[in-house]
Structure formats: C-alpha cells, structure tokens
C-alpha cells in the first residue's frame, strides 16, 4: 500500500493564479481531510469529506474548494491565490478515530 | 479554533532522560490523540486514549487524561535521539466523534541531544 499520496511536493505560484493540489489513498478510507500548517499554528482544517460524493468544510475553507468524485481521491483547488496561503496542505485519509497523513505539499504565494 | 494547547512549546533534553509533555483542550471529548511530526514530514499516529480510560502504554509512550481537568500528559521515557520532532495532541469535538474531525494543538517540539 502507498497509503496517502500527495503532489505536488512544491509548488510556487503568484498572487491570482489557480492550481489544484492532488491527494489520494489506496486505503479504501470513507474519510479524507485536508489542514493546513502554519509555523506556531499547529493544523487547520480546511475541508474533510465522509464518502464520495459528500463534503464539507472545516475551520478555514475561504479560498480554497474540494471535490470527492471518488473514495480514492479529494483534489484541493486554490481558486485565486493570495501569499496569505503560503503554508504546508496535509492531506489525511482515516476509517474512525485515527488518521493517516501524506507527506505534505509545501505552497509559496508570491 | 484551536482546542489542545500542548505545553511546553519547546523541550529539550539528553538521551536517556525522560520526556514529559501536556496537553489541554476546551470542550468535551471523545478521545484524545498523540502525533509526532518529524521536520518536513507528515504527522504518524501515536496513540489514542478514550475519554473512559485514564492511563495507556505503547512501548516506551504513557499517555494519561484527566476529563475533569481537561487535560492530558505524554511520557517518553528512556528517550533517545530518534525522538527529535513535534508532538501534537489532537482532539475530536464532541458529537462528531468518529467522524474523524480532529482539532489539533500547537504542538511541543521535542529535542533529544546524544
């Protein structure tokens, strides 16, 4: 299993431009999550999902928005970006009470 | 906002002494989570207590929680310098439970020097 995959690793874009950042798991997990980490700040959640077809949004979900098309995969889009969201996504997959993270996409707005 | 609120921010030790971090959240819980976060990785599961148990032990880890004091403690002991990272508390708000919505501290970043 590579359990939770996440891509890019990097990425820089400028203020206004959009992307999509790509998570996915092979773990059959109905609940997927994305947070984000800020220096001091611990994590955030932004939007998690409890199957396909169903999502909903966390404690910072402005600017960002999600998709659950299947179990598999749960794409985070940065519809127009702002340097206020330079910061570490974590993408995290879980059956229940414990939750499985992937390696992180480092994000820098300029 | 923010529920666990680990202290102390910053810990440092040498090999072989013990570590003790805490962990204080607002509302009721279902269960209390630990994590370590390695620089520049993502964060692992380390343990998960419940809010009926008050103690439990996974290798060298004890996590203990006190629900009436809204508070928990994770103990390394005998740590080493594979140890060095973050650990963060993680807590789910109640009614949500196994939903999986976990509200996270801040984090206390652990350093263990050889």
């Known amino acids: 299993n590579a359990g939770v995959t996440q891509t890019p690793k990097f990425q820089v874009l400028k203020t206004g431009q959009s992307m999509t950042l790509q998570c996915a798991q092979d773990?059959?997990?109905?609940?997927m999550s994305w947070y984000r980490q800020d220096p001091g700040m611990g994590l955030r959640l932004i939007h998690y999902?409890?199957?396909?077809?169903?999502?909903d949004q966390g404690e910072v979900p402005n600017g960002y928005n999600v998709s659950r098309s299947t179990t598999e995969d749960f794409p985070l889009r940065l519809l127009s970006a702002a340097p206020s969201q330079t910061s570490v996504y974590f993408c995290?997959?879980?059956?229940?009470?414990?939750?499985?993270f992937g390696p992180g996409t480092r994000l820098t707005v300029t | 906002s923010q529920q666990g609120e680990e202290d102390p921010q910053a810990l440092s030790i040498q090999e072989g002494e013990n570590a003790t971090m805490n962990c204080s959240y607002k509302?009721?819980?279902?269960?209390l989570q630990w994590y370590r976060q390695n620089s520049g990785r993502g964060l692992v599961h380390l343990i998960l207590?419940?809010?009926n148990e008050r103690e439990k032990h996974s290798g060298r880890l004890r996590v203990t929680l006190d629900t009436s004091k809204k508070s928990s403690s994770l103990l390394i002991t005998a740590s080493r310098a594979a140890d060095t990272a973050s650990y963060f508390c993680?807590?789910?708000?109640w009614g949500i439970g196994s939903q999986g919505n976990l509200i996270f501290g801040k984090g206390t970043k652990l350093s263990v020097k050889p």
């Open positions: 993680a807590t789910d708000e």
């Open positions: 995290a997959s879980s059956t229940g009470d414990e939750q499985y």
């Open positions: 773990m059959n997990h109905e609940y």
């Open positions: 999902s409890v199957g396909a077809g169903i999502t």
């Open positions: 509302t009721s819980i279902n269960n």
């Open positions: 207590i419940r809010s």
